[in-house]
């Protein structure tokens, strides 16, 4: 099995992972993690987005 890389337009091999031509990171296991890692890094940065909130109101006012 070959696919096209999007980056260089070259077939490569369907298992690589990154493509040996130019480099290109095929995003193949990462894409279901990845909406569980935005959560997980959202939830992760609302307390500091809420003090840096916090501390903007506080310069306005
Ligand atoms: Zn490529």
């Known amino acids: 099995m070959k ?4 980056s260089c ?8 992972e990154v493509c040996p031509i130019c480099g290109y990171e095929f995003p ?3 894409r279901l993690i990845k909406p ?3 959560v997980l ?8 987005i809420r003090l840096v909130l916090r501390l903007l109101i506080r310069l306005i006012e």
């Open 36 to 38: 569980v890692t935005w």
């Open 3 to 6: 696919k096209e890389c999007p």
């Open 9 to 16: 337009a070259m077939e490569i091999d369907q298992t690589d």
């Open 28 to 30: 193949q296991s990462r």
């Open 41 to 48: 890094v959202l939830l992760l940065l609302l307390p500091f």
